[in-house]
T-cell receptor, first 110, second 113 residues
């Protein structure tokens, strides 16, 4: 019930492409769904987050789509750039306690 | 935005010794702090949750006598790895939460030789 499943494990796109990363959760008590970006040797940085009463949220080039009935959410990165190459983690939270997905290593080729 | 610092950023210690890692919230009061561990190429795994002034709550499988957590003030939590062994080598990351969502520190790389 505490698991968050993330896919794909790795992703390669060309510059300008739209990588999509998917996550699924089980526990309906989760009330906050953030996405983090992590570069090697650094802590995770919050990209964008959504609450379950909203189906979509957009901030800059990042969009979260949220499907409450399916217990799934996804991250879309518009007009991806080589600087977006990093590991992305979805997470689900209740009370600030975060359960992370397995991570997706994204590579954006020039 | 809110800033969380960790000290040291990296540490090397000998097997059998203890290491203390500090996590500070610099511009807000953190009523709750979380400690995560991340092995190379893996996800972040929650180790424990601590509330200021009370005992930490450890996740299943985490040895509370080995990973001592103290949250003595609203801006400081410490994680002490006691009798460290090479298998404890990892990236330790804290997050701090006040009234809103948690903010992460930059992490501490621990290498036990």
């Amino acid at each position: 019930q505490q698991q968050v499943k993330q896919s794909p494990q790795s992703l390669i796109v060309q510059k300008g492409g739209i990588p999509i990363i998917n996550c699924a959760y089980e526990n309906t008590a989760f009330d906050y769904f953030p996405w983090y970006q992590q570069f090697p040797g650094k802590g995770p940085a919050l990209l964008i987050a959504i609450r379950p009463d909203v189906s979509e949220k957009k901030e800059g080039r990042f969009t979260i789509s949220f499907n409450k009935s399916a217990k799934q959410f996804s991250l879309h990165i518009m007009d991806s750039q080589p600087g977006d190459s990093a590991t992305y983690f979805c997470a689900a939270s209740k009370g600030g306690k975060l359960i992370f997905g397995q991570g997706t290593e994204l590579s954006v080729k020039p | 935005g809110a800033v969380v610092s960790q000290h040291p950023s990296w540490v090397i210690c000998k097997s059998g010794t203890s290491v203390k890692i500090e996590c500070r919230s610099l511009d807000f009061q953190a009523t709750t702090m979380f400690w995560y561990r991340q092995f190379p190429k893996q996800s972040l795994m929650l180790m424990a949750t601590s509330n200021e002034g009370s005992k930490a709550t450890y996740e299943q499988g985490v040895e509370k006598d080995k990973f001592l957590i103290n949250h003595a003030s609203l801006t400081l939590s410490t994680l002490t790895v006691t009798s460290a062994h090479p298998e404890d080598s990892s990236f330790y990351i804290c997050s701090a939460r006040g009234t809103g969502e948690p903010y992460f520190g930059p992490g501490t790389r621990l290498t036990v030789t």
